[in-house]
């Protein structure tokens, strides 16, 4: 009954270094999604994959890069860490029906100093 | 105009008041919308979803929607201590791609 699993849950990366963020769900959904939140902000998108193989742009996709090789996989890579890529970062998946519901992971604090 | 906005401070409730959550949205394509609580330093979860005009309750929790003013809301009556977290309302754009659009959330604070 893991759900979405993210991993890792907290990060220190310094200026210019790269990392990937995993994310695996269980739940057999199509639909996956990288959003990241900064301190007394909402949700916004980065990327998402409506199923393996197809990936697309959300808001603030600059900096970062995803794939989706299988349902349950969808890592985010961040290529030459920023200060401003400081964030939390949430893995989610939904079935894309009606109700529409995201079933997100725990989160990964990152900060790049 | 941001997509969904919600301008509310933070609000403060006594226990047993209801808290009142407001949220307006700029994509009169939108259809789908969506409460979410978001609890410190843990993961949004959904609590309330909405698709028509009027109101829809579950429980202690009453959300509304007007498209014609474009504006949705959440009531929650008799506030308990363990509903203060951050409420995210989130709309999903028009246009035919799949993205939800979330405001910046609204703190609620049940005081005993």
């Known amino acids: 009954n893991a759900g979405v699993t993210q991993t890792p849950k907290f990060r220190i990366l310094k200026i210019g270094q790269s990392m990937t963020l995993q994310c695996t769900q269980d739940m057999n959904h199509n639909y996956m999604y990288w959003y990241r939140q900064d301190p007394g902000m909402g949700l916004k998108l980065i990327y998402y994959s409506v199923g393996a193989g197809i990936t697309d742009k959300g808001e603030v996709p600059n900096g970062y890069n995803v794939s989706r090789s299988t349902t349950e996989d969808f890592p985010l890579r961040l290529e030459l860490a920023a200060p401003s890529q400081t964030s939390v970062y949430f893995c989610a998946s939904s079935s894309r029906d009606r109700d529409e519901k995201l079933f997100f992971g725990s989160g990964t604090q990152l900060s790049v100093l | 105009q941001k997509e969904v906005e919600q301008n509310s401070g933070p609000l403060s409730v006594p226990e047993g008041a209801i808290a009142s959550l407001n949220c307006t949205y700029s994509d009169r394509g939108s259809q789908s919308f969506f409460w979410y609580r978001q609890y410190s330093g843990k993961s949004p979860e959904l609590i309330m979803s909405i698709y028509s005009n009027g109101d829809k309750e579950d429980g202690r929790f009453t959300a509304q929607l007007n498209k014609a003013s474009q504006y949705v809301s959440l009531l929650i ?16 754009c028009g246009g035919g791609n799949n993205r939800l659009a979330f405001g910046k959330g609204n703190q609620v604070v049940v005081i005993p």
């Open chain 2, 77 to 92: 009556r008799d506030s308990q201590p363990s509903d203060s977290a951050t409420y995210l309302c989130a709309g999903r």
